[in-house]
Every structure is written in structure tokens, then in C-alpha cells.
């Protein structure tokens, strides 16, 4: 059975992005990455040690289509280890999967509904990511 190995990411949509990304700076420390609306966390994947782990934290705008066709103001990014294999596994179980699959420098990326429509994104990092 295809499992989700960790937290890729956390995205959230925001009414005001300047004032939202100072509150965050200024409250939590949490500095936006320099040309990026968000951060990226690095940590020890305590289960793959050679393989470190990473979560970014990311906020969009109102109006960003991101998330479609959810309506939820935010989505979780899950890390898999085997992108189709998890893809087909939802197929399988009668799950909303979305047909397109995105692959780039930052690894590969699916997207599927819950039950209560809401967007989840599963990512299959790179070797080394």
C-alpha cells in the first residue's frame, strides 16, 4: 500500500499579501524567501537519513486558481514516495483524481479531492530533495 512519507508543503490563500507576509515576519520570524511568497523548512528525514526532508510554507492570493476547483482557502502538500503508484492506488479506491501531472526541477506533482472537496497535492521529490 502506497503511503504519504511527510509534509511537503502548507498553502494558504490571503487577502492581503504585504500585510499578511509582515504579520508572519514579525510575529513568528518566518522571512519570505527572496522572489518567492513563502519558506522553505529543511529538516533530517529521521526515516530516510540520506534523504532530508523539506516543507514549504507558502501564502497565495485570494483570487490564485491554485486550488481549484476546491473552494477551501488553503491545501496540503503531501510527499510520496511513488507518484503513479499513489495516483492509481486513489483511482483504484473511487477517488477524484485530477488527469494532469506536472514534472519539473522540484520533483513531480499530482493533484486529487477529498471526500469533502478539498485539493490535495502529492509531491514525488527528486533524488536528493
Given at each position: 500500500?502506497?503511503?504519504?512519507?511527510?509534509?511537503?508543503?502548507?498553502?494558504?490563500?490571503?487577502?492581503d499579501m504585504a500585510r499578511m507576509?509582515?504579520?508572519?515576519?514579525?510575529?513568528?520570524?518566518?522571512?519570505?524567501?527572496?522572489?518567492?511568497?513563502?519558506?522553505?523548512?529543511?529538516?533530517?528525514?529521521?526515516?530516510?537519513?540520506?534523504?532530508?526532508?523539506?516543507?514549504?510554507?507558502?501564502?497565495?492570493?485570494?483570487?490564485?486558481?491554485?486550488?481549484?476547483?476546491?473552494?477551501?482557502?488553503?491545501?496540503?502538500?503531501?510527499?510520496?514516495?511513488?507518484?503513479?503508484?499513489?495516483?492509481?492506488?486513489?483511482?483504484?479506491?473511487?477517488?477524484?483524481?485530477?488527469?494532469?501531472?506536472?514534472?519539473?526541477?522540484?520533483?513531480?506533482?499530482?493533484?486529487?479531492?477529498?471526500?469533502?472537496?478539498?485539493?490535495?497535492?502529492?509531491?514525488?521529490?527528486?533524488?536528493?530533495?
Open positions: 500500500m502506497q503511503r504519504v512519507t511527510g509534509i511537503g508543503g502548507i498553502f494558504f490563500k490571503v487577502r507576509a509582515a504579520w508572519y515576519r514579525d510575529n513568528l520570524g518566518i522571512d519570505m524567501e527572496e522572489g518567492f511568497t513563502g519558506r522553505s523548512f529543511r529538516w533530517p528525514d529521521g526515516q530516510t537519513p540520506e534523504r532530508p526532508g523539506m516543507t514549504v510554507w507558502s501564502l497565495f492570493t485570494q483570487d490564485s486558481a491554485y486550488f481549484d476547483p476546491s473552494t477551501a482557502p488553503f491545501m496540503v502538500n503531501y510527499r510520496v514516495d511513488d507518484l503513479d503508484a499513489m495516483l492509481a492506488q486513489l483511482r483504484g479506491n473511487g477517488a477524484a483524481v485530477d488527469d494532469k501531472v506536472e514534472e519539473g526541477e522540484f520533483g513531480r506533482f499530482g493533484w486529487v479531492m477529498d471526500p469533502e472537496g478539498n485539493r490535495i497535492e502529492l509531491w514525488q521529490p527528486p533524488a536528493g530533495m
